[in-house]
């Protein structure tokens, strides 16, 4: 399942129907600026979704809509810790969440969590060959081809509402008027996080959960004059202030952009092009036949001792943003790394490399919590 490449030349929707007519199995792998998810898929129908974002984990969302409170969600993480169970596991032994309820929760859980993707603007996507077992994954699969129509259907709301909350710098207050009637859980909690003025990501990040919920249930409360906007701020990028090296090349893809991350990040883009990239699994022969010509040539220019910079050299924005397209790609699927020095000059490189490679990857490490 080599296929791979951009949100923007292929979208979600199109990818899951793709996957769903094919009958895949595998891990979607669907990556932004600062975020990671996992699609899980057995012949073509989402099992399971994680993702790397501790907003979205399970807990996170039987808090959000209502299925728990916060002094029983920390019973129940503290007996996970203990056991070794799963959240969901651990909810049924205590008797804190019937397994009927437990059930619904978690496909609500991964279908928020995919359809969520929706709302992404930009990112990368690949396929893995990684599987789940079995008690890992929903007991009864969700149809792709439906999460892509609903995801869709989410894509469309979430513009309408940005006609109002035009960015996440939009400033918050309680409106006029009470909120009259039954509240859902998640519009309560947003409500109780608004007694001072809030920016749109502020209140979120009180809040968490589905952001296409969050923001829907938000604009509900506008809509009825429970909040109100006090004025809308400047537009910027909150992710600017995390410095990872697959983000720069993200955020690099556009020329826009480059000039944002180059005013704006503490460490120059720059400083990194003198970085070494260094295969830790280079592509199988098979692999390496399917490379189109100016990828084959940068495949074949990595050895170690030759710089990020001088690598991308000085070429076209679009060849250099398909260079960049396709190192994210390597580095996400753990087969490059990038060192300070050349191998030649670094003492120790392969013990240190072989470390890092042999660490579970993070999905794995969070099952026990939030599956």
Not at 15 to 34: C, E
Not at 170 to 189: D, F, H, I, M, Y
Not at 264 to 270: G, M, N, S, V, Y
Not at 317 to 328: F, G, Q, S, Y
Request: glycine share 6%.
């Amino acid at each position: 399942m080599e296929f791979s490449g951009r949100l923007a030349s292929f979208p979600i929707g199109d990818i899951l129907q793709w996957a769903q007519n094919d009958h895949r199995s595998g891990a979607l792998v669907i990556r932004r600026s600062g975020s990671e998810k996992r699609i899980f898929l057995r012949d073509g129908e989402v099992v399971a979704c994680f993702s790397d974002d501790p907003a979205e984990f399970f807990g996170q969302h039987l808090l959000v809509n209502g299925y728990l409170d916060e002094s029983v969600l920390l019973q129940a993480l503290t007996h996970c810790q203990k056991s070794g169970q799963k959240l969901g596991d651990a909810l049924q032994t205590l008797g804190l969440l019937p397994a009927a309820r437990v059930q619904e929760a978690l496909r609500e859980h991964v279908e928020n969590q995919v359809c969520d993707i929706f709302l992404w603007r930009s990112g990368i996507f690949y396929f893995a060959a990684e599987s789940l077992a079995r008690e890992l994954e929903l007991r009864t699969p969700l149809s792709s081809v439906a999460l892509a129509l609903e995801g869709s259907r989410w894509a469309d709301e979430a513009q309408q509402v940005r006609r109002i909350f035009v960015h996440d710098n939009v400033v918050l207050r309680r409106g006029r008027k009470a909120p009259q009637g039954l509240l859902t859980p998640l519009e309560r909690r947003i409500y109780r996080s608004t007694d001072e003025k809030l920016t749109l990501a502020e209140l979120y990040n009180e809040v968490r959960g589905s952001h296409y919920r969050f923001l829907v249930a938000a604009y509900r409360l506008v809509v009825v004059e429970a909040l109100d906007i006090e004025s809308v701020g400047d537009h910027s990028d909150s992710g600017s202030a995390e410095l990872r090296l697959a983000d720069l090349l993200i955020e690099q893809v556009t020329e826009e952009q480059a000039v944002f991350l180059r005013h704006h990040l503490a460490i120059p883009f720059d400083a990194l092009e003198h970085y070494v990239p260094v295969w830790l699994q280079a592509p199988s022969i098979e692999e390496e036949s399917r490379l189109a010509e100016p990828m084959l040539e940068l495949y074949r220019a990595i050895d170690g001792r030759t710089a990020l910079g001088a690598l991308l050299g000085e070429i076209r924005p679009e060849e250099r943003a398909r260079r960049m397209d396709w190192l994210i790609l390597q580095f996400r699927k753990g087969a490059l790394a990038l060192l300070p020095l050349p191998v030649v000059e670094l003492g120790g490189a392969s013990a240190a490399t072989a470390a890092v490679a042999g660490e579970d990857p993070w999905w794995r490490r969070l099952l026990p919590h939030s599956a």
